[in-house]
């Protein structure tokens, strides 16, 4: 499977401002994702990222608030824009490949935010 | 839609108990199943898979086998340490369209 580099690993970032999380993966992969994960819960996708054209986000989460980029099969970043102390969680990309040897789903370490 | 249902936490088991943590799950077709860990701080690990009917995934002492027949994937570990005192997430991943998490089950084992 792939080696996904997250970084950072963790933040603390004051209240209105906006961090940049970035994932490489060591080969390409098909479909990437990213996911949040709130304190003592389990997670939740946050959006597909598409190579090449908007993400595809989930009930509850919009482009202005997570925007997402991912120029290659290999790189993907989500910004957390205007945090509050709410956006205080883990977040997680995750990337899929479907060839050959490389199939399976693969996380990132995590990036673990903390707003004050 | 899928989903993956696990047993609710916190489990919490003296050192060299044997541990079970289920899980069930929902899905069209024939989906892989697998167990992730987080340990305290960190992120997730992917701790052991089955890929189809009847397959039994291990890792680190732990076991899980692929039940088409009651669509479950249990964890079992017969003998826990305190350094698995974790977060066990079973999930699932329907031919890479859909990857769905269970809420997960923290493990606490004491000395």
């Known amino acids: 499977s792939a080696v996904i580099s997250q970084k950072p690993s963790r933040d603390i970032c004051q209240r209105g401002t906006s961090l940049t999380i970035q994932c490489q993966v060591d080969s390409q992969v098909t479909m990437m994702f990213w996911y949040r994960q709130q304190p003592g819960q389990s997670l939740t996708l946050i959006a597909t990222?598409?190579?090449?054209?908007?993400?595809?986000?989930e009930s509850g989460f919009v482009i202005d608030k997570f925007p997402i980029s991912r120029p290659n099969l290999t790189f993907s970043t989500l910004t957390v824009s205007n945090m509050s102390p709410e956006d205080s969680s883990i977040y997680l990309c995750s990337g899929v490949g479907t060839s050959s040897g490389n199939y399976g789903y693969t996380f990132g370490s995590g990036t673990r935010l903390t707003v004050v | 839609g899928d989903s993956v249902t696990q047993m609710e936490g916190p489990v919490t088991l003296s050192e060299e108990a044997f541990l079970t943590i289920n899980c069930t799950y929902t899905?069209?077709?024939?989906?892989?199943l697998f167990w992730y860990v987080q340990y305290p701080g960190e992120g997730l690990q992917l701790l052991l898979k089955a890929t189809k009917a009847d397959d039994k995934g291990s890792n680190k002492g732990f076991e899980a086998t692929y039940r088409k027949e009651t669509t479950s994937f249990h964890l079992e570990k017969g003998s826990v340490q305190v350094s698995d005192s974790a977060v066990y997430f079973c999930a699932l991943d329907n031919y890479g369209q859909n990857f769905v998490f269970g809420p997960g089950t923290r493990l606490s084992v004491l000395p």
């Open positions: 990222a598409n190579q090449g054209s908007e993400a595809t986000y």
């Open positions: 899905a069209t077709g024939y989906p892989s």
